[in-house]
């Protein structure tokens, strides 16, 4: 079992930064892969956002933000980080992080891909 506790969420003006983290428990929480999803007011779907493999190698990015926000993370401390940099109001969401032993490759941006949810963070652009 994995659990998963995001923070970092807040409001900044359009054009800023903000990183948010999602602290994973659980022995073996190191060797998933991790990823970040976002739900915008009024939208009744997640947006994929952001996936980093185990190891941290490997990276996949939405188009939407692709060049601006950047995932990482440090598996001494089973946490994963989303830099969240030149932010627009339609950044404005609840984030969350997701995780998964072994993902798919054709659910990499699917919210079926992944096993294990947080409660999310809220993230508000203005502009």
């Known amino acids: 079992q994995v659990q998963l506790v995001e923070s970092g969420g807040g409001l900044v003006q359009a054009g800023g930064s903000l990183r948010l983290s999602c602290a994973a428990s659980?022995?073996?929480?190191?060797?998933?892969?991790m990823g970040w999803f976002r739900r915008a007011p009024g939208k009744e779907r997640d947006e994929f956002v952001a996936?980093?493999?185990?190891?941290?190698?490997?990276?996949y990015y939405a188009d939407s933000v692709k060049g601006r926000f950047t995932i990482s993370r440090d598996n001494a401390k089973n946490t994963v980080y989303l830099q969240m940099n030149s932010l627009k109001p339609e950044d404005t969401a609840d984030y969350y992080c997701?995780?998964?032993?072994?993902?798919?490759?054709?659910?990499?941006?699917?919210?079926?891909?992944?096993?294990?949810w947080g409660q999310g963070t809220q993230v508000t652009v203005s502009s």
């Open positions: 996936v980093i493999g185990g190891s941290g190698g490997s990276t």
């Open positions: 659980g022995r073996t929480a190191s060797s998933y892969a």
């Open positions: 997701a995780a998964v032993r072994n993902l798919r490759s054709d659910l990499t941006v699917s919210r079926d891909g992944y096993d294990y």
